[in-house]
């Protein structure tokens, strides 16, 4: 009785557990495909984009329901949040990449000289790129764009300092090249609530 109770109750639970299966074989495929390393610079830039376009949806979110914006999402400013962002994905691919070629090993004296790269010369390198970047798809002219830069770097590039040596961190110490900027962008798309914010809290 109990034998035959456990097999048709085996018969009817297999096709949900071969439908998890499959989900879950379909699932490491698409990671095996997004971190190929040939497939790498296309990830690394596509989820650029998207983190910086979610950050500052979040952003418009928290603007909208604090009656900053009288419309809920302005997808043009989303858009060019995701232009930039994507623009900036090859440099990061690039960068990091190199990074671990000049600087490969990960004890603790070689993770302190890879933040203190991104705090001298990438996070201002970034700073600048993404402040020119929209200022151009804004149709904004140089003198615009130079008073944006001198009025809001030193703020931006405070933030940054507050907020990435510890993610990075966490990155050049545990993780490999390959997941670098993936986890990056994911750490963005926090970054990039602030981001928004500093880009367009004078523009309301």
Known sequence: MHAAYSMRLLQATSPIRSHHRSIHS????GIAVLFNPRNLLVTNSLTSGLFMFL????????EYRSKQL?????WARSARMLTVGMLMGPFHHYYYVYLDKVLPRADIKTVLKKIACDQLFASPATILFFFIGMGLLEKKNTEQTKDEIAYKFKYTYIGDCLFWPPVQFI?????PT???????????????????????????
């Open 26 to 29: 379909a699932f490491n495929r």
């Open 55 to 62: 950050g500052d949806l979040a952003q418009q979110e928290f």
């Open 70 to 74: 009288k419309k809920r999402y302005d």
């Open 171 to 175: 990155n050049f110490y545990f993780l």
């Open 178 to 204: 390959k997941y670098r900027v993936f986890y990056i962008n994911g750490a963005t798309m926090l970054f990039n609530v602030f981001l928004s914010y500093i880009k367009h809290f004078d523009q309301h």
